[in-house]
């Protein structure tokens, strides 16, 4: 059967122009506009959906196929186009016969048409009028078909662009800070279809992270601990070093005091003043030749070149790579309660500097098993409700998500990763053995692990592994002096 596609093709209707009409429709929408003056960072990513749009509009074109009618119709009219007027003429009413029985639209110009003709011979100009309509009238069939298609395009898109704008801007305060990357890649990921009521989670989330500022500060603390370093030659050679510097001069530029001497040019007034009154003239003159005279004080200041030698110290600056997140969240009965809502916003924080970052944040939860999730992946937002919805009540098996952590390190493009460990760290001891395999992977691949102390009463063997000690108590002393700052 012949397809919406080679139909227009061959009646030289362009589906390219109808399609970019129908995306420029769309991006002129009133909702859109408003959408982003909002969120003006968010405009560039839904210009890199287009070419997405035009494939799925087109592909859907491709594959419509044709009313039987229609291909019907368009097939007789091939074939009429290929025949002599005087057999066109011979064949008029077989013609007008098939048109009546396909039902054709064509029908009742094609009778008017032949009701001005008085001879049953058409002439060449009749033939010719009579296929030009009959053209004209399989166009207006197939660009109805067309407009059809593109309707339904049109509401199945603005209902996508309606969803995700719902989804992004509820999320983007949380997510995004007005972050031209992050924003980019939260509209990716709020492709999938989700009801309001699924990432109200992340919204009420967002609204504890914000009373808890110090987390938010904890996260961007720990994503920009990865810096530049500089490694210095060694045993560098002395070279000379030549800069000017400013030195005090005696040239008279300006007033830089008071003090004594026997320049009568620059007296203060004072001393003027006794030399008038003869009762202190003597004074005066005795003042004279002891350079005790009250003056003003000039002095300049001159450039030198000053030349030095220090060693040469040339730098390499590495840049440290900023990999991916592997955050392990501990789902123990002892990180129930506001533990559960401050580790919980903790994750929502690592995810919104991975997002500007460019980087991968996964989740891991562990308890007596060990459970993933992809934050930053096209799903994210879906993952990210998941994750939310957990209830932390099992047990605490460190070892056995500190051996899941290794083990996804080995992978390729997990190898610049972090490790953050979300804990109260009440454990048990860990096993030697997987001790000895984070420090070798610390040491060798220099992999990192992070552990976010929630507890004070952590166990200090376990935190002894880690590189870096993050620590955010949530007992109601430390709760109550970080409200008394804020």
């Known amino acids: 059967m012949i397809s919406l596609e080679t139909l227009s093709t061959l009646l030289s209707i362009g589906e390219t122009e109808l399609i970019e009409e129908l995306i420029l429709a769309l991006l002129a929408s009133p909702q859109l506009a408003l959408f982003f003056e909002k969120f003006p960072r968010m405009k560039q990513a839904l210009m890199r959906d287009l070419p997405r749009w035009r494939s799925e509009i087109a592909e859907q074109m491709k594959a419509t196929p044709v009313p ?8 007789l009219f091939q074939q009429m186009q290929l025949i002599s007027t005087q ?37 060449s100009a009749q033939h010719t009028l009579f ?6 009238s399989l166009t207006l069939q197939t660009l109805t078909l067309n407009e059809t ?16 704008m719902a989804i992004s801007g509820q999320l983007a305060p949380i997510l995004t800070d007005d972050d031209e990357a992050a924003a980019g890649r939260l509209w990716d990921m709020s492709k999938a279809p989700l009801q309001r009521g699924d990432y109200e989670l992340i919204v009420q989330y967002g609204d504890f992270l914000a009373q808890q500022p110090e987390l938010m500060k904890l996260a961007q ?25 400013r030195e005090p001069d005696h040239v008279p530029e300006e007033v830089s005091g008071i003090h004594q001497s026997d320049d009568v040019l620059r007296l203060l007034p004072p001393e003027l003043a006794a030399l008038s009154i003869s009762e202190l003239e003597l004074e005066f003159y005795r003042r004279l030749v002891e350079k005790r005279l009250l003056t003003y004080q000039l002095q300049g200041d001159a450039w030198h070149e000053k030349v030095t030698l220090r060693p040469v110290s040339h730098q390499q600056h590495e840049e440290q790579p900023r990999g991916p997140f592997i955050v392990c969240v ?10 559960e809502r401050c580790a919980k916003a903790f994750c929502l924080a690592l995810l919104k500097v991975a997002l ?47 051996a899941a952590v290794v083990q996804r390190m080995e992978g390729s493009l997990w190898q610049e990763a972090d490790a953050v460990i979300v804990s109260d760290f009440i454990a048990q001891r860990l096993p030697d053995d997987l001790v000895s395999t984070i420090k070798q992977r610390q040491r060798q691949h220099q992999q990192r692990f992070h552990a976010v102390a929630m507890s004070l009463h952590g166990k200090p063997g376990i935190l002894r592994i880690f590189d870096h000690i993050w620590r955010f108590d949530t007992g109601l002393k430390s709760r109550l002096l970080r409200r008394w700052k804020r």
């Open 87 to 123: 057999d066109f003429s011979r064949q008029l009413p077989l013609i007008m016969s098939q048109l009546k029985s396909l039902p054709s639209p064509f029908i009742e110009e094609a009778s008017k048409l032949l009701l001005r003709n008085e001879t049953e011979q058409l002439s």
């Open 330 to 339: 501990d789902t123990s009965g002892s990180m129930g309660g506001f533990n």
């Open 68 to 75: 039987e009618a229609l291909a019907q119709e368009f097939q």
């Open 149 to 164: 298609i593109l309707e339904e395009q049109r509401e199945r898109l603005m209902a996508e662009l309606q969803q995700r």
């Open 221 to 245: 603390q720990l994503g920009r601990s990865r810096e530049a370093k500089s490694v210095p030659s060694q045993d560098a050679p002395l070279e000379a070093f030549r800069q000017l510097v």
């Open 131 to 136: 296929l030009q309509r009959w053209r004209l």
């Open 356 to 402: 500007a970052d460019k980087r991968r944040c996964y989740i891991m939860l562990f308890a007596h098993e060990v459970i993933g999730y992809e934050l930053t992946a096209e799903s994210g937002i879906e993952q990210a409700i998941r994750f939310l919805s957990q209830r932390f009540r099992g047990g605490t098996d460190l070892a056995a998500c500190l």
